[in-house]
C-alpha cells in the first residue's frame, strides 16, 4: 500500500449575476444577519460600494454577479486569517461533504492522467460495480461512450462518468496481456453509490492485527468495527493501530471508534469562546483486553491526536512513532438555504487528562524518527518497533494489489 500515490490519486481522480446593486443587497443581508461587522462601519461600506462602482464603469469585461458576491463571503472568512476556517459556494460544499462521507457516486477506481491524455486506473476496489464488470488496476481507459478521454480534462472524465444519464458508462480500455500485447476492451459499468475504503487490515504473525486508518470520514466506524471483529475472530492477541498520515475527520466518528476500546470515562471535551464545555463519554462496555500500540508521526493530526491522546492518558497503549502536528481546535459547519456553507474555529479539545495539544502536539512514548516514504516497507522501522514492543519479532506481509 503506497499513501502518497492512493492520497495523490484520489484527490485527483474521483472528486471531482444582476447588477452591482444586488450584490450589496445580498452582502448587507447576509453581514447584516451576522451582527454586521463588517457593512455597520460606514467607512467600509463606502469602500465596498466604491470598489462596487469602479468595478460596474470600468472593468473590462463581463461580470458574473454570484461568483463576485462569493468572492466577497469567501473574502471576510479569509480576513480571519485562520486556515481552518472557510466559505463553501453550493458546489464546493456538495464536494466537500462527499470527500467527508467517504461516499460518491461512480464506478469504484481511482483513476490518474497520462501524458498521451489517455487515463490509467491506479486502484479498481473490492466489490465495486467497476470491479464487478471486469476493470482491473493498470487498465488504460481511452473512450467513454465512445468519446476519447484525451479531449476531456480528468476532472471531464469524473464528471461524465458520475453524471450519466442512462445510469451506466461504456468504458473502452487497453489492457496489456501476459505476452506484453495489448487488447482493447468494452466494458459497460453501472454508476452506483461506492463507498470509499478509509480502513485497512491485516493479521500479521503471531496474531498480531494491524488496522489502518487512513482518515475518520463518516464511513469509518462501522469499516473500524468490520476489521477489529474480523480481527477478533481470527484470534488477534495484540494489535497495532496506524494513525500516521491521518488528517482526522469527524469528531464523533473518532469517539464512537474509540468507544469499542476504551474504557468508562472521559474521551475528550471541548471549550468553545465563552467557557460552555461538551464532553464524550465511553460507557467502557467493550475495553480492549489485549496489548495495543498506536503508530503516529508529524502528519497525524486533530482526531488522531483526539485517538491518540486517549489512548494515551487512558495507558491502555504505547503511542509509537514521532510526535503529532498539534491541531486542537474544532471547526463547526453551519449551511445556508441555497447550499453555501461557512466552516469557524469554535473550540479548543482537550484529553481526557486536560491536554490541550494545540501546536504542541502529542509526544509518543517511545520516538522513532523514519522517513515517510517507506511505510509498509521492510524499512517501516517504526512499525518493527511497534511489532517488538508488543512481544514479537513478525513484520508486515507483504501487500498484493
Not at 29 to 56: C, I, Q
Not at 68 to 91: M, Q
Not at 368 to 375: F, G, N, R, S
Request: net charge negative; hydrophobic share 35%.
Amino acid at each position: 500500500m503506497r499513501r502518497n500515490e492512493y492520497w495523490a490519486g484520489f484527490f485527483t481522480g474521483l472528486l471531482l449575476a444582476a447588477g452591482a446593486a444586488l450584490v450589496l443587497i445580498v452582502l448587507t443581508h447576509v453581514l447584516e444577519a451576522h451582527r454586521g461587522y463588517v457593512m455597520s462601519d460606514p467607512e467600509h461600506k463606502a469602500h465596498l460600494e466604491s470598489l462596487e462602482d469602479l468595478v460596474d464603469l470600468y472593468y473590462l469585461n463581463e461580470v458574473d454577479d454570484d461568483a463576485l458576491a462569493d468572492g466577497v463571503y469567501k473574502g471576510l472568512i479569509e480576513g480571519l486569517g485562520d486556515r481552518y476556517s472557510r466559505y463553501y459556494t453550493a458546489e464546493e460544499y456538495t464536494e466537500e461533504v462527499e470527500d467527508s462521507e467517504g461516499t460518491y457516486e461512480g464506478i469504484g477506481v481511482l483513476i490518474s492522467g497520462l501524458p498521451d491524455g489517455n487515463v490509467r486506473i491506479e486502484e479498481c476496489y473490492e466489490g465495486s460495480p467497476g470491479s464487478a464488470a471486469g476493470l482491473q488496476k493498470n487498465d488504460i481507459i481511452t473512450m467513454l461512450d465512445g468519446v476519447s478521454v484525451t479531449e476531456m480534462s480528468l476532472s471531464d472524465v469524473v464528471e461524465r462518468i458520475q453524471n450519466t444519464a442512462s445510469g451506466s458508462v461504456t468504458v473502452t480500455i487497453l489492457r496489456e496481456s501476459g505476452d506484453g500485447a495489448g487488447e482493447e476492451l468494452e466494458i459497460t459499468v453501472p454508476v452506483a453509490h461506492v463507498e470509499l475504503p478509509s480502513v485497512f487490515s491485516e493479521m500479521m504473525e503471531n496474531r498480531t492485527g494491524y488496522i489502518l486508518i487512513s482518515e475518520f470520514k463518516s464511513v469509518s466506524y462501522h469499516q473500524f468495527c468490520d476489521a477489529y471483529d474480523s480481527l477478533s475472530a481470527e484470534g488477534m492477541e495484540k494489535l497495532v493501530i496506524d494513525l500516521r498520515g491521518n488528517p482526522g475527520g469527524y469528531l464523533d466518528v473518532v469517539c464512537d471508534i474509540l468507544r469499542r476500546i476504551l474504557p468508562k470515562g472521559l474521551i475528550v471535551y471541548t471549550e468553545d469562546k465563552n467557557g460552555v464545555r461538551e464532553e464524550e463519554y465511553s460507557d467502557g462496555e467493550s475495553p480492549i483486553q489485549i496489548p495495543l500500540a498506536v503508530l503516529v508521526d508529524g502528519n497525524s493530526a486533530s482526531a488522531s491526536e483526539i485517538f491518540a491522546g486517549a489512548v494515551k492518558d487512558y495507558k491502555i497503549g504505547t503511542i509509537v512513532g514521532t510526535t503529532t502536528y498539534g491541531k486542537g481546535i474544532v471547526q463547526s459547519i453551519r449551511v445556508y438555504k441555497d447550499g453555501s456553507a461557512v466552516k469557524l474555529t469554535t473550540s479548543h479539545y482537550y484529553t481526557p487528562e486536560g491536554h490541550d495539544i494545540h501546536e504542541v502536539g502529542i509526544t509518543p512514548d517511545v520516538e522513532v524518527a523514519m522517513d515517510e516514504d517507506v511505510l509498509l516497507s521492510e524499512g517501516d522501522i517504526q512499525l518493527q518497533k511497534a511489532v517488538e514492543i508488543l512481544g514479537t519479532s513478525t513484520q508486515l506481509k507483504e501487500k498484493t494489489g
